[in-house]
Each structure stands twice: as structure tokens, then as C-alpha cells.
């Protein structure tokens, strides 16, 4: 990967912190640098008008009641992914909120070590792993769900975070790597330093206040729609391309 970055006419990459890692890592110059960020597809990605049918049958693949206020996470089940820091925050938050979900979409080698971890914790009731998901159905459960939470310890981007907030739902995330890129912190979510209590405590936050859940929500969707749908980032990597063949 070094050799071929010193080689290369132009790089792109997703983040101006992964720009920053390039230039430490492979002490690439950063002018030849391309900082285009992954997009979200804004028309399969939207707040849907579900019907109540079609709402019950999703919230009962999801494994969540009526009653119950939806945590959604979407990833990988690796250890950057900071998991066991929401475990850990659900602990805390479930004393005073008995009917909180958390689904887990996803799979990865830590599924069985993160059950266990959230049984140990005595919280396994709360989580439901739903492991990977069809296409058309991953919109619906951003749909059903009431906040979107990725506690990465380490992220380039975070593509899970754009789909959220193009969904119209609020996010929490660490203050790490390229996520400091694509959440604005009091507008479109909360950014907290990956620690468990400060999770819990932002989703407390949310959880009591729904005007504000649903003000973040608007505000997410038109940040991505402005910055990051697909048609501006194609139209940024095909620029680069003109840039690299010097065609004017």
C-alpha cells in the first residue's frame, strides 16, 4: 500500500483524518492528496411512510415491542467498534429506563464474546443481534429505531452515521477520526469522548427529550443531503480523474 501511494499520480481518501494518517504513515506529499468522503444513497435512505403493518412486521424482525425505545447500532462486530462501551452505557441507562432495546445489525468475530460480555453485565435482555440484514429491509430499521449509536474507538468515516442522519435520526458518536467530519455535535447528534458514562448520559439526553431527537433528525438529513449524497461525491471523484489524466 506504501509503495503504491508513492507511486500514484492522485490518492483519495474518505477523511481529512485518513489524509493526516497517509501522510504520517507513508510520508506521502499532502498536495496529491484527494480528501472525497464515501456518500449515502438520500432516495433509498429517507424517513418512509411505513404502513402499520409493514411497521410491525420490521419491529418484529427487530425483536422490539411498542413500548420500548430503539438504540440501533449497524457494523462490524470487531473490537474498534467500541461495543462493549454500549453494552456497558445500556447498564447504566437501564436502571431508570427499563424499556430500552438495543438491536445490533451486523456480524463479526466478537458476537459471541459481546453476548456474553452483555450477559455477565445482566443486561442481555436489552440487546437483540440480529446479525446481517437483507438490503431492502436495513432502511426500515433505521426507520423503526430512535437513535443510532456507533461508539468506534476508530473510524475513517462511518457510513452507518450518514445513512442515520439521512434517515432523519439522531446520532451519538465518539469524538475519533472521521467522524468528527460528518456528525455536527449539538445539531445532528452528540459527540462524546469513548467513555461508557458519557454515552449513557447522552442517551439519557435524547431519550427524554423528543423535540430534540426530532430536530437533530431534520438537521441530519439536510447536512448529508447537502454535503454527501452520491451524485456530489461521483461528481468529486470523476474531477479527480479529469485532474490525474490533465484534462481540462
Request: charged content about 30%; some cysteine.
Amino acid at each position: 500500500e506504501k509503495e503504491a501511494a508513492k507511486k500514484a499520480t492522485l490518492i483519495v481518501t474518505v477523511s481529512r483524518y485518513s489524509l493526516l494518517k497517509i501522510v504520517q504513515l507513508y510520508h506521502i506529499d499532502k498536495d496529491k492528496i484527494r480528501v472525497i468522503p464515501n456518500g449515502v444513497d438520500v432516495e433509498r435512505f429517507k424517513p418512509l411512510n411505513l404502513s402499520g403493518e409493514e411497521m410491525n412486521d420490521v419491529k418484529k424482525r427487530m425483536g422490539l415491542r411498542d413500548d420500548e425505545k430503539c438504540i440501533l447500532y449497524v457494523g462490524n462486530l470487531i473490537p474498534r467498534k467500541g461495543l462493549h462501551l454500549l453494552i456497558d452505557a445500556v447498564k447504566h441507562v437501564s436502571k431508570e429506563m427499563k424499556e430500552v432495546k438495543v438491536v445490533i445489525v451486523g456480524r463479526g468475530p466478537l458476537k459471541n464474546s459481546l453476548i456474553k460480555y452483555a450477559m455477565d453485565r445482566g443486561v442481555i435482555k436489552h440487546f437483540n443481534f440480529l446479525g446481517s440484514v437483507e438490503d431492502e429491509i436495513l432502511p426500515k430499521i433505521y426507520n423503526c429505531s430512535d437513535i443510532v449509536v456507533l461508539p468506534s474507538l476508530q473510524e475513517g468515516q462511518g457510513i452507518s452515521l450518514l445513512e442515520a442522519q439521512a434517515s432523519e435520526k439522531p446520532v451519538i458518536a465518539c469524538k475519533v477520526g472521521g467522524i468528527l467530519e460528518i456528525v455536527q455535535h449539538g445539531k445532528t447528534g452528540i459527540l462524546i469522548e469513548p467513555n461508557h458514562l458519557e454515552l449513557a448520559k447522552a442517551i439519557e439526553k435524547l431519550f427524554s427529550d423528543e423535540h430534540l431527537r426530532e430536530k437533530m433528525g431534520e438537521n441530519g438529513r439536510k447536512f448529508v443531503c447537502e454535503k454527501f449524497t452520491w451524485e456530489k461525491c461521483a461528481q468529486k471523484i470523476f474531477d479527480t480523474y479529469m485532474e490525474a489524466l490533465n484534462i481540462h
